[in-house]
């Protein structure tokens, strides 16, 4: 329930009370604020005592929106499809209840009782960490499959039996073909974060999963957006489920501030630094669309001396997770990421969040931000983009249903309305499309400043913009030679003979070839049919393909092939039989 609790907190009744109220407000702005009194409590909703006290000793009292509308039908045993903006409380909402179920039975060895989906991680890690926290009074257990952990600790965890079982869907299935799970007794399924699912690409991996459950189950399905792809999942693995929807779909929350920063390509790093420097940031999350960038811009910001950190999918998982403790424990103020980041996670006091790429979905625009202004704090998210994300950013505000109020970031390049229109109406697709004419020279830094020495050097000639001046100005073509009559091209062609030497006195004089012929017929016959070692086409190819010549030792004979080898004699015992019958005659 990271979402409606921060752990740090101290456990005050009064505090709590004042953080949840602007919650309840965001699901009716309009409506008149309610009393204290009237506000429903997480004992009035039907947990357990044991819930309770460790839910108020975590310093809240009132359920957000969705918690109190979820939670009820989740403990009737009915299935649920859940959709509300980030920040709101979703995991709670099945976290609570299903301690509630699962309490005074056992599981068996493999075969645990619950299942909880999550597309990260980061976010399965942070769900296993609620559970500890909310179940401290409740012998239960749980377990946590993800990749990057080592697969025999976790076989070991499983034989024990296992309660709730929180997972990815690939190091599940790894553990499944292996024999390591079984999944027959499993009661309730949760899929959280559905639409991050469907955009990694786990989706078929998740029908997969469900096939392998038993059909009398709870399922619970919880998205914060809700596409017509969703919609038809939900429709796959739902039986009359309960809707509870409680904001707009993809709707930002009233606690965050946005704004949106148009500038040059070549100035982003410093609209970036001058942001981070006129803002009061305490912490902030920085998103950039690839990983490759994250890196860059990571050692951008350490190199102007910002206590910065960077978290993506090709890090390792050990130094993934010790780089997202020393960001929550406030040993680093920014920390540079990819969109691995957006689905989930919470930090407590998150103060700002910036979107140094537009997003390419705009779905993830919600996501994003949807980091800072949780359980009705204030928080502050900027977006920097360019010309080329004009598309980008028409998407977002047509999704978020308003649009995105502009800064100004005095010292840089204004980006112009004509740009930004131009941008909105060109055919061209990707990067450089309305900035190619603009593009500075790299030599310069990427500043767009005039190289030195370049500044007073004069004018080039203009170059020709029309094709009549084009056509003007080319080159003049080569003019054929026109073609004589065939009596003058006779006359030619025989002047040319008469011209040349007599044919008697060519022949005076033996060519080459002749020489080299009268040569050949006084070798002998086998010399003259051998083929010469430079004409040898064929067996020029086969030495090729047999590589370099082969070398001899040098100096460097093996010690081995220096011992002298002892002649045989054999020949002397024929010579003494032969001096035999001589001594006999004699």
């Given at each position: 329930m990271?979402?409606?609790a921060p752990a740090?907190?101290?456990?005050?009744?009064?505090a709590?009370a004042?953080?949840a109220?602007?919650?309840?407000e965001?699901?009716?702005?309009?409506?008149?604020?309610?009393?204290?009194?009237?506000?429903a409590t997480?004992?009035?909703?039907?947990?357990?005592?044991?819930?309770?006290?460790?839910?108020?000793?975590s310093?809240?009292?009132?359920?957000?929106p969705?918690?109190?509308q979820?939670?009820p039908?989740?403990l009737?045993?009915?299935?649920?499809?859940?959709?509300?903006?980030?920040?709101?409380?979703?995991t709670?909402?099945?976290?609570?209840?299903?301690?509630?179920?699962?309490?005074?039975s056992?599981?068996?060895a493999r075969?645990?009782?619950?299942?909880?989906?999550?597309?990260?991680?980061?976010?399965?890690?942070?769900?296993?960490?609620?559970?500890?926290?909310?179940?401290k009074?409740?012998?239960?257990?749980?377990a946590?499959?993800?990749?990057?952990?080592?697969?025999?600790?976790?076989?070991?965890?499983l034989?024990?039996?296992?309660?709730?079982?929180i997972?990815?869907p690939?190091?599940?299935?790894?553990?499944?073909?292996?024999?390591?799970?079984?999944?027959?007794?499993?009661?309730?399924?949760?899929?959280?974060?559905?639409?991050?699912?469907?955009?990694?690409?786990f989706?078929?991996?998740?029908?997969?999963?469900?096939?392998?459950?038993?059909?009398?189950?709870?399922t619970l399905?919880?998205?914060?957006?809700?596409?017509?792809?969703?919609?038809?999942?939900?429709?796959?693995?739902?039986s009359?489920?309960?809707?509870?929807?409680v904001?707009r779909?993809?709707?930002?929350?009233?606690t965050?501030t946005?704004?949106?920063?148009y500038?040059?390509?070549?100035?982003k790093?410093e609209?970036?630094?001058?942001?981070?420097?006129?803002?009061?940031?305490t912490?902030?999350?920085?998103?950039?669309?690839?990983?490759?960038?994250?890196?860059?811009?990571y050692?951008?910001l350490?190199?102007?001396g910002?206590?910065?950190?960077?978290?993506?999918?090709?890090?390792?998982?050990?130094?993934?997770?010790?780089t997202?403790n020393?960001f929550?424990?406030?040993?680093?103020?920014?920390?540079?990421?990819?969109?691995?980041?957006?689905r989930g996670?919470?930090?407590?006091?998150?103060?700002?969040?910036?979107n140094?790429d537009?997003p390419?979905?705009?779905?993830?625009?919600?996501?994003?931000i949807?980091?800072?202004?949780?359980?009705?704090?204030?928080?502050?998210?900027?977006t920097?983009?360019?010309?080329?994300?004009?598309?980008?950013?028409?998407?977002?505000?047509?999704?978020t249903?308003?649009?995105?109020?502009?800064?100004?970031?005095?010292?840089?390049?204004?980006?112009?309305?004509?740009?930004?229109?131009?941008?909105?109406?060109?055919?061209?697709?990707?990067r450089?499309?309305?900035?190619?004419?603009r593009?500075?020279?790299?030599?310069?830094?990427?500043?767009?400043?005039?190289?030195?020495?370049?500044?007073d050097?004069?004018?080039?000639?203009?170059?020709p913009?029309?094709?009549?001046?084009i056509?003007?100005?080319?080159?003049?073509?080569?003019?054929?030679?026109?073609?004589?009559?065939r009596?003058?091209?006779q006359?030619?062609?025989?002047?040319?003979?008469?011209?040349?030497?007599?044919?008697?006195?060519?022949?005076?004089q033996?060519?080459?070839?002749?020489?080299?012929?009268?040569?050949?017929r006084?070798?002998?016959?086998?010399?003259r049919?051998?083929?010469r070692?430079?004409?040898?086409y064929?067996?020029?190819?086969?030495?090729?393909?047999?590589?370099p010549?082969?070398?001899?030792?040098?100096?460097?004979?093996?010690?081995?092939?220096?011992?002298?080898?002892?002649?045989?004699?054999?020949?002397?015992?024929?010579?003494?039989?032969?001096a035999?019958?001589e001594?006999?005659?004699?």
């Amino acid at each position: 329930m990271s979402e409606a609790a921060p752990a740090e907190e101290p456990p005050m009744a009064d505090a709590p009370a004042a953080e949840a109220a602007p919650e309840a407000e965001e699901s009716a702005p309009e409506a008149l604020p309610i009393p204290e009194e009237d506000r429903a409590t997480f004992d009035s909703i039907g947990l357990s005592e044991e819930i309770v006290k460790a839910v108020v000793e975590s310093g809240y009292r009132h359920p957000t929106p969705i918690q109190e509308q979820a939670i009820p039908h989740v403990l009737m045993g009915r299935d649920v499809l859940g959709c509300a903006q980030t920040g709101t409380g979703k995991t709670a909402s099945f976290v609570l209840p299903m301690l509630d179920i699962l309490t005074g039975s056992r599981a068996k060895a493999r075969m645990p009782r619950s299942l909880i989906l999550e597309p990260t991680r980061e976010l399965a890690l942070q769900v296993a960490e609620n559970f500890e926290k909310y179940g401290k009074y409740l012998k239960l257990n749980h377990a946590l499959l993800i990749g990057g952990e080592s697969m025999n600790d976790q076989r070991d965890v499983l034989e024990k039996g296992v309660d709730v079982l929180i997972a990815t869907p690939g190091r599940l299935l790894d553990l499944f073909d292996r024999g390591r799970v079984l999944l027959a007794d499993c009661k309730v399924l949760v899929i959280d974060e559905a639409d991050r699912m469907l955009d990694m690409g786990f989706i078929p991996d998740v029908e997969r999963i469900v096939s392998m459950l038993p059909l009398l189950r709870q399922t619970l399905f919880f998205s914060a957006t809700m596409a017509p792809e969703i919609r038809r999942l939900a429709d796959a693995f739902l039986s009359n489920p309960k809707e509870i929807t409680v904001a707009r779909p993809a709707s930002v929350a009233t606690t965050i501030t946005t704004g949106l920063a148009y500038v040059q390509p070549f100035d982003k790093r410093e609209a970036l630094r001058r942001l981070i420097r006129r803002e009061q940031v305490t912490n902030a999350l920085i998103f950039c669309n690839r990983k490759i960038d994250v890196d860059i811009l990571y050692k951008s910001l350490k190199k102007h001396g910002f206590s910065v950190g960077a978290l993506h999918g090709d890090m390792d998982q050990s130094q993934r997770f010790a780089t997202l403790n020393a960001f929550k424990a406030g040993e680093l103020q920014l920390l540079v990421c990819s969109d691995v980041a957006a689905r989930g996670l919470d930090i407590g006091g998150l103060s700002h969040v910036f979107n140094f790429d537009v997003p390419f979905h705009s779905e993830d625009y919600v996501h994003r931000i949807g980091r800072t202004g949780r359980a009705g704090r204030e928080g502050h998210a900027y977006t920097i983009a360019t010309a080329d994300d004009a598309r980008n950013v028409a998407a977002i505000e047509k999704l978020t249903g308003k649009p995105i109020p502009l800064l100004g970031i005095v010292g840089l390049e204004p980006v112009t309305d004509a740009e930004i229109q131009e941008a909105l109406t060109s055919t061209r697709r990707g990067r450089g499309r309305a900035s190619l004419a603009r593009r500075p020279d790299r030599r310069d830094g990427g500043r767009g400043r005039p190289e030195r020495g370049r500044r007073d050097a004069p004018d080039r000639a203009p170059r020709p913009e029309g094709p009549e001046e084009i056509v003007a100005e080319a080159p003049a073509r080569r003019e054929r030679p026109e073609r004589r009559p065939r009596s003058e091209a006779q006359e030619g062609r025989d002047a040319n003979r008469r011209d040349r030497a007599p044919r008697g006195d060519r022949d005076a004089q033996p060519s080459e070839f002749a020489l080299r012929e009268a040569a050949m017929r006084d070798l002998p016959p086998r010399e003259r049919e051998a083929p010469r070692p430079d004409r040898d086409y064929r067996n020029r190819d086969r030495r090729d393909e047999l590589g370099p010549p082969v070398q001899g030792f040098g100096d460097l004979v093996p010690a081995f092939m220096l011992i002298p080898i002892p002649r045989p004699r054999r020949a002397a015992a024929p010579a003494a039989v032969e001096a035999a019958p001589e001594v006999d005659a004699a």
